[in-house]
């Protein structure tokens, strides 16, 4: 992971910022603010461990050098989004996003749209090919949100374990 990684936003008075494990702190607050999400995937309220979870798991064969992190900040500084990264999985010329949270009160807004246009397009001059993401199958909001990114199902994995719930997972791809 690198703090200097980032890409440029369209969005006027946000900044992507590269985040790593000193930034966990910071990051907990937007775990608050997506305890709705949480509670979806984890069937449990945010707690401190789940921000610094996303710097220690990794894709099989994956280590941190391949993990990217990438804050969406807000003009007073806190952290409103975050797109997690896996460079080359599940194979060369792929990323996965492993995670895309939007703090519930700017949602609905084209904030996540703009984010992951910003980081598709800063990906695609890295000469990325393609990219992949799974949406838990109770997700039906998330699952529309990609669909109308341009992403299509892949497979359908699982069960997969994640705090105290077991999901379904859609994996889903889309060229650059």
Request: aromatic letters at 10%; hydrophobic letters at 45%.
């Amino acid at each position: 992971m690198d703090k200097m990684i980032r890409f440029p936003i369209s969005l006027s008075g946000y900044e992507v910022e590269g985040l790593i494990e000193s930034d966990v702190p910071r990051l907990a607050g937007l775990y608050q603010a997506c305890s709705d999400y949480v509670l979806l995937e984890r069937g449990e309220m945010p707690n401190a461990g789940m921000a610094r979870e996303e710097f220690e798991n990794f894709p099989p064969n994956r280590t941190a050098a391949d993990k990217f992190m990438f804050g969406l900040k807000a003009t007073d500084g806190e952290i409103v989004g975050l797109l997690a990264c896996d460079r080359d999985y599940p194979q060369a010329g792929c990323w996965w996003i492993a995670l895309l949270m939007i703090d519930k009160s700017f949602r609905g807004q084209g904030v996540g749209r703009a984010f992951c246009d910003d980081l598709f397009r800063w990906l695609k001059s890295r000469r990325v090919k393609r990219v992949e993401l799974g949406v838990l199958a109770e997700n039906e909001q998330a699952l529309r949100f990609w669909q109308r990114q341009g992403f299509e199902l892949l497979r359908i994995a699982g069960p997969v374990s994640f705090g105290a719930k077991e999901h379904m997972v859609q994996v889903l791809d889309r060229a650059l």
